[in-house]
């Protein structure tokens, strides 16, 4: 049987054909690394996309434990909440989405647990027979649960981890689909981050440092169980440096460098001369996905085409500004960039974003480097509820305030 998508079915073929890949020969200029649920290394609030997906190092918010767990421990407010949303690929279908909700508690003097759901929703799919007609219809779906918590160890040092659990339906139930079925699993992250306010001269600064492992979890099989998929573990490093020019305007300069921990696919220098070639690259290929989790981890940083140049080909880099004044009206920008070998997603972002008391919203708007590149005309929401600021409602220290001099 066949399926297809009544309009913009390319985006659900290919989300199904990555993490069911079998071992193919790479061409000499994109080594694309595919993985099941790739949404999970995309950044579903506003003010992440914003600044090209950088946060690992960011000040905390609502949203906080997606780039790094270890940021709960600095959390200014005792509770905060976030709903997000995002129409997806509208360049090619009216139907898809990102949605995602987050939100965090203060746990004692140090400590803060959070938990978040995000929900991707891949449109409807219609199914046809082989003449052509009508076959019933599905509707693709992926979803993770998250539970985080984070600890400071220390005034300028913390650490969190995450446990979640990730569902992927992407093939449904449909005649002659086989064994397709439902993908899930369980994953962890491990996050570390240090902030400390610091006078250079005449100017007050917030230096921050962060460092995440995300997304370690088994491998998710979707049809063949001797062949399952990689999830998207993820290792982000990052700072971010916030300077206060007066007590109306500060700035933030953010930087993330992220790579995929999974093994990246085996490339040969095709030879026509070498009947053998294509079996052998599979085979290689095949050993290679069918490695564990740790060893897949630690292979992924000698593994690449190319040597050294090819694993820093496989680090995306993450970059933005943002400008607040009076802690009320913000505006970003950010750029996103993957290698051309890689993948060869680029893009520019622009965001603003609103506080008033409880309240506040973030817009981000994506501009790729080719029209043609369906992220094209992407829109990005943010709502923040930010519940009893602790300066004011819960005393850390016995005598009110908490750490850090620069407002977030």
């Known amino acids: 049987m066949t399926f297809f998508r009544t309009l913009g079915f390319t985006p659900a073929l290919l989300l199904l054909a990555a993490p069911a890949a079998l071992a193919q020969v790479a061409t000499a200029d994109l080594h694309t690394i595919t ?6 290394t995309l950044s579903p609030d506003a003010r992440g996309a914003a600044l090209g997906d950088a946060g690992v190092a960011t000040s905390p918010d609502a949203n906080a434990a997606f780039y790094n767990p270890g940021k709960l421990g600095f959390v200014n ?37 959070s938990a978040s759901l995000l929900y991707f929703n891949l449109g409807n799919i219609d199914y046809r027979d082989f003449q052509n007609l009508p076959n019933g219809n ?18 300028n040092f913390g650490v969190g981890v995450s446990a979640r659990y990730v569902r992927s339906n992407i093939i449904g139930s449909f005649p002659g689909g086989g064994d397709a079925q439902p993908g899930s699993s369980f994953a962890a992250d491990l996050g570390a981050y240090y902030s400390k306010d610091a006078t250079i001269g005449t100017g007050v600064y ?32 990052g700072t971010a440096i916030t300077r206060e020019i007066d007590s109306y305007n500060k700035i933030t300069l953010a930087f993330d460098a992220t790579k995929l921990l999974v093994p ?35 292979s992924s940083f000698n593994d690449a085409p190319g040597g050294f140049k090819g694993e820093l080909q496989e680090i995306n880099l993450h970059g933005g500004m943002e400008y607040w004044y009076d802690n009320k009206i913000a505006a970003r920008v950010g750029y996103f960039y993957e290698n051309p070998h890689t993948g060869a997603r680029q893009y520019l972002s622009f965001g603003l974003g609103a506080q008033l008391s409880v309240f506040g919203v973030d817009g981000t708007y ?24 602790l300066a004011d409602a819960f005393d850390e220290k016995g005598a009110g305030g908490t750490q850090g001099t620069l407002p977030n």
């Open 264 to 298: 990246s696919p085996y490339y040969e220098t095709p030879n026509s001369k070498d009947t053998a070639q294509t079996a052998r690259v599979q085979r290689i290929d095949r050993e290679r996905q069918q490695q564990g989790i740790v060893s897949g981890i630690f």
């Open 138 to 155: 599905f509707n693709p779906k992926e979803y993770a649960f998250t539970v985080s918590y984070g600890q400071k160890l220390g005034e």
């Open 35 to 40: 993985t099941a649920v790739p949404i999970l």
């Open 77 to 113: 407010y005792k509770y905060a909440f976030s709903p997000s949303y995002s129409p997806w690929l509208r360049q090619i279908t009216d139907d898809m989405s990102l949605s995602y909700l987050s939100g965090y508690g203060k746990v004692g003097d140090r400590g803060a647990i």
């Open 206 to 237: 917030n230096l921050a440092f962060g460092l995440a492992v995300t997304n370690i979890g088994n491998k998710m099989v979707y049809r063949d169980a001797t062949n399952p998929s990689f999830l998207p573990t993820q290792l982000r490093l």
């Open 366 to 389: 994506l501009v790729p480097n080719s029209q043609a590149n369906p992220l094209a005309q992407t829109i990005r929401v943010s709502l923040h509820f930010n519940l009893n600021k």
